[in-house]
């Protein structure tokens, strides 16, 4: 079965800094593209990031633009949200979602909850 | 970026009743629309994809509609576990965005 867990999520005063992992397992990880989606508290999901099963192509939401960056270890069959400068807004669940070749999102972890606050 | 626009926003029905939600996409995009179950506290579920093909196990009283700009998800025969809430998210490339939801309510 195709599992996807989150990872790193926390507590961050704002301006600080925070990675997110998600660890796959149950498919062929370096053959699919990745996505992080994020949810704030009782609203709807916003797209973050995505990254290419082989990192060559990456894109990012422009409110996150500068300041996350998207990787990944094929090798670990691990998927990283490097964020900095945080704010208040990015408080939410943080999903990593496997992509398909259509950009929608086929499965998608439990999600880590990352709350920006002093 | 494309907005997409569900409605309604909320939505009580009854188990066995059918219910139909609707979203709207600012630019025409094809058939290339998804849409998700979450539960609460739950992550979102995929139910289908290319506005019309539903996902794998997916029961088949859940069935998508629409093309262009206008879709529907239509539930027949309304289950308990259907209850929740809904996004559609168009996937006409990037960034994919997503509608501000429908919650699907006990009456």
């Known amino acids: 079965d195709v599992q996807l867990v989150e990872s790193g999520g926390g507590l961050v005063q704002p301006g600080g800094s925070r990675k997110l992992s998600c660890a796959a397992s149950?498919?062929?990880?370096?053959?699919?593209?990745m996505h992080w989606v994020r949810q704030a508290p009782e609203k709807g999901l916003e797209w973050v990031a995505y990254?290419?099963?082989?990192?060559?192509?990456?894109y990012y939401a422009d409110t996150v633009k500068g300041r996350f960056t998207i990787s990944r270890d094929n090798p670990k069959n691990t998927l990283f949200l490097q964020m900095t400068s945080l704010r208040s807004e990015d408080t939410a669940m943080y999903y990593c979602?496997?992509?398909?070749?259509?950009?929608?999102?086929?499965?998608w972890g439990q999600g880590t909850t990352l709350t920006v606050s002093s | 970026d494309i907005q997409m626009t569900q409605s309604p926003a909320s939505l009580s029905a009854s188990v066995g009743e059918t219910v139909t939600i609707t979203c709207r996409a600012s630019?025409?995009?094809?058939?290339?629309l998804a849409w998700y179950q979450q539960k609460q506290g739950k992550s979102p579920q995929l139910l289908v994809y290319?506005?019309?093909t539903l996902a794998e196990g997916v029961p088949s009283r859940f069935s998508g509609s629409g093309s262009g700009t206008q879709f529907s998800l239509k539930i027949n025969s309304l289950q308990p576990e259907d209850f929740g809430s809904y996004y559609c998210?168009?996937?006409?490339?990037?960034?994919?965005?997503f509608g501000g939801g429908t919650k699907l309510e006990i009456k």
């Open positions: 998210q168009h996937h006409y490339g990037t960034p994919p965005t």
């Open positions: 630019e025409n995009i094809y058939s290339y």
């Open positions: 290319n506005a019309k």
């Open positions: 149950g498919f062929t990880f370096s053959s699919f593209g």
């Open positions: 979602a496997r992509g398909t070749a259509g950009t929608y999102f086929d499965y």
């Open positions: 990254i290419s099963s082989g990192s060559s192509t990456i």
